[in-house]
């Protein structure tokens, strides 16, 4: 069983600039969170989405932002980047009942 | 506020050796708790998961404990391995609204 996937794996943006990051779930997962780490704030809850809506959301601007497609895929948004966004996104994936969570391997984003 | 703390930040102790890391938490009510093992540069990786009614769980050379009484957990290493070193995260779920707590982590590093 494939597991959970991210693209790009790595990215360098200057600031200002917009990036988009996708996330492949676990074939069956409907649930797909992402997180924001960083060597001084560790994991970070970022939103959560379920069948296409978003179902928590995290502390963070409304730079970020996200989308789930029907085949349970996800992506998320940063606009106007700044250089603190620079962390490793991981997005992970889990049943409906939420129990356990797989990470994908994240991808890390450098902002200049 | 929910919180969970880990100790020790880091550590270090050689090859063969065992050590134990601490997990206090305050998320009430209490649904589960998790134990990932983290390598440099990738998503965790779930090594245990307790509830409310488990208070070992063994995943090979890890074993995590519960005192859900005193809101506590410790995950214990056994004759460590070079590849044990890692940041060890852990995360609590509450179980009203089923959002994550993350640790800060506890890294470790293990010598020859």
């Known amino acids: 069983k494939a597991g959970v996937t991210q693209t790009p794996r790595y990215l360098i943006k200057t600031r200002g600039q917009q990036v988009t990051l996708s996330c492949s779930p676990i074939?069956?997962?409907?649930?797909v969170s992402w997180y924001q780490q960083t060597p001084g704030q560790g994991l970070q809850f970022l939103f959560e989405y379920f069948s296409e809506t978003q179902r928590n959301k995290g502390n963070f601007p409304g730079r970020f932002s996200g989308r789930q497609f029907s085949n349970s895929r996800s992506e998320m948004n940063v606009s106007t980047l700044e250089l603190g966004d620079s962390a490793l996104y991981l997005c992970a994936s889990s049943f409906p009942n939420r129990d356990e969570q797989f990470f994908g391997p994240g991808t890390r984003l450098t902002v200049l | 506020k929910n919180q969970v703390e880990q100790s020790p930040q880091s550590l270090i102790i050689l090859e063969g050796k065992n050590c134990t890391l601490q997990c206090n938490y305050t998320v009430s009510p209490f649904s589960n708790l998790r134990w990932y093992k983290q390598d440099t540069g990738r998503g965790p990786v779930s090594l245990t998961i307790?509830?409310?009614?488990?208070n070992t769980k063994s995943n090979g050379r890890y074993t995590a404990t519960l005192d859900a009484d005193t809101k506590q957990s410790s995950l214990h290493i056994t004759a460590s391995q070079l590849s044990d070193s890692a940041s060890y995260i852990c995360?609590?779920?509450?179980?009203?609204?089923?959002?994550?707590?993350f640790g800060a982590g506890t890294t470790v590093t293990v010598r020859a």
């Open positions: 074939s069956g997962h409907r649930s």
């Open positions: 307790m509830t409310f009614s488990e």
């Open positions: 995360v609590v779920s509450g179980s009203n609204d089923y959002k994550l707590s």
